[in-house]
């Protein structure tokens, strides 16, 4: 609490700080050990050491490696820490990540995560932390360059992965909205794999606590396009597909008329350069009765989400828009479409091999044989390159 205080006052000269007072007073007979310090450091009331805390670099140095210490011996066993690390001493502790250096911040990260799975998520103000993390992932990367480093990024990922994991569900729905808005930032820039799996990690947890509309489902279609594939992405789709259920892949392609190719194709919206084409009345009718028959169908998958009412209708149009999203980029990922929609081939070709993977659970959907006919469409442009000897490299997964 000393050390919260002297951070927050951010004192440039006379900041003195009595420290060891329990275990100088053990050996207060001892008038020689006393004397062999500057009198400078010799407290008035009082046994302990006077330590000068004037000034950013001293009072973080001093922090820092405080709190590295506790961190060793919680990690060593929790009976060197016995009597110390108490709510207050924690509350403490991790209120100095408002404050301090990259170098501070990582050791509270720490301390907070070792807490946690050495002791108990219970005693630490888990919401609080979550928060500060969020709020640190928000900012501009370049602004914070200075700090966010790959080990400041790991050091981060793992307190997220320890605390949200951890932590009783009510925190996961409070802090639900705050990392579904940095989720997509944050894996796409941190250099760590460690916060990009975290940030997995708390969003599939998400996605198995709250409804739809929190976790935003269409936002994993921007991680389709990462320049490296990673593979915590693909559970986090094929997780969005069994909460949804069978509606948003679609019944089994053997029903032509059922299938959700020929549904969606009835909303097919037109390409970029050319015009809408004009339907009458009787063509829009069909249209409608198509869109209530397809949400009606996906409604029936989307109880156990919400109840009846606003939540449930969310719900569907959440289930129904992402559906439609799919279909409208399974399409685009063609190379026949390349000119239209221009898509680096080896971009193209990682999608759909993420999509593979994340749909392959259900092989008998009209959305699946879709993905894998795009597959086998690049195959001719595949062998072309190595026929031309155009050194060609992208990763099927």
Same mark, same amino acid.
């Given at each position: ?14 900041? &003195? ?54 961190? /060793? ?8 820490? @016995? ?13 100095? &990540?408002?404050?301090?250096? =990259? ?21 630490? $103000?888990?919401?609080? +932390? ?63 794999? @460690? ?22 489902? =269409? +936002? ?14 693909? =559970? ?6 069994? /909460? ?23 909303? =097919? ?37 919400? $109840?009846?009412?606003?939540?449930? @209708? ?27 929609? $221009? ?55």
């Amino acid at each position: 609490t000393d050390l919260q205080y002297v951070a927050s006052k951010h004192t440039e000269s006379g900041c &003195l700080l009595k420290c060891f007072c329990g275990s100088f007073s053990d050996i207060l007979e001892s008038t020689a050990i006393f004397s062999d310090l500057p009198e400078r450091f010799q407290p008035k009331n009082g046994p302990g050491v006077l330590i000068d805390l004037s000034g950013d670099m001293r009072w973080c140095s001093f922090a820092t490696s405080l709190i590295r210490l506790i961190n /060793k011996c919680l990690t060593d066993g929790t009976l060197h820490v @016995e009597g110390i690390v108490t709510m207050p001493f924690v509350s403490a502790a991790c209120s100095i &990540l408002c404050y301090g250096d =990259e170098s501070l911040h990582k050791v509270c990260f720490d301390f907070a995560r070792i807490v946690a799975t050495v002791m108990t998520v219970e005693i630490l $103000p888990t919401e609080t +932390i979550i928060r500060s993390i969020t709020s640190i992932l928000s900012q501009d990367v370049n602004e914070l360059s200075s700090i966010r480093d790959p080990d400041y990024d790991l050091s981060m990922g793992a307190c997220l992965n320890a605390l949200h994991s951890l932590c009783p569900g009510y925190i996961v729905e409070s802090t639900a909205a705050d990392i579904v808005n940095v989720f997509t930032r944050a894996v796409q820039i941190s250099r760590s794999s @460690e916060l990009q799996a975290a940030m997995c990690n708390a969003y599939m947890r998400i996605v198995e606590v709250c409804p739809p509309q929190v976790w935003k489902p =269409e +936002i994993l279609l921007k991680l389709l396009y990462l320049p490296k594939p990673y593979d915590k992405v693909t =559970e986090c789709i094929r997780l969005v597909v069994d /909460k949804f259920g069978q509606s948003l892949v679609s019944v089994d392609a053997s029903d032509d008329r059922g299938s959700f190719q020929e549904k969606s194709e009835v909303f =097919e919206l037109p390409k970029v350069g050319q015009k809408r084409v004009a339907q009458n009345q009787e063509n829009t009718l069909y249209k409608r009765q198509k869109m209530s028959e397809s949400r009606s169908t996906i409604g029936s998958f989307m109880a156990k989400f919400s $109840p009846a009412g606003i939540g449930h @209708e969310l719900a569907k149009d959440y289930a129904y828009d992402l559906q439609l999203s799919l279909n409208s980029r399974i399409k685009f990922l063609s190379p026949d479409n390349h000119n239209a929609y $221009p898509l680096e081939p080896d971009i193209a070709i990682q999608v759909l091999s993420l999509l593979s993977l994340s749909f392959c659970v259900n092989p008998k959907t009209s959305l699946f044989i879709s993905i894998s006919k795009q597959v086998l469409s690049w195959i001719p442009w595949i062998c072309k390159q190595a026929t031309e000897k155009c050194f060609f490299s992208f990763d099927m997964l």
